[in-house]
């Protein structure tokens, strides 16, 4: 749960500063999408969530989400 907090942090962030951009809503409901899916060990879904909110939000602390997915999956080179 620690590698997705950062995110979530970023994209709150982002949302106060950009509050009627729709890209950012739809990022943080990708997000929170990735957040469930990491969860419950679904680190294919979640890497493809956060990947989703990363082109919405282009929040740079999504990229730790993503690698931590990686390193799950044991694609370390990747991650």
Known sequence: MRAVVAGLMVLAAASSAHAAGENIEEAKKH??????AYDQGKYEAALQEF???????????????MAACEEHMDHFQAA
């Open 31 to 36: 997000f929170c999408l990735g957040v469930d």
């Open 51 to 65: 990947q989703e909110a990363h082109a919405l939000s282009h929040s740079a602390a999504l990229y730790f989400n």
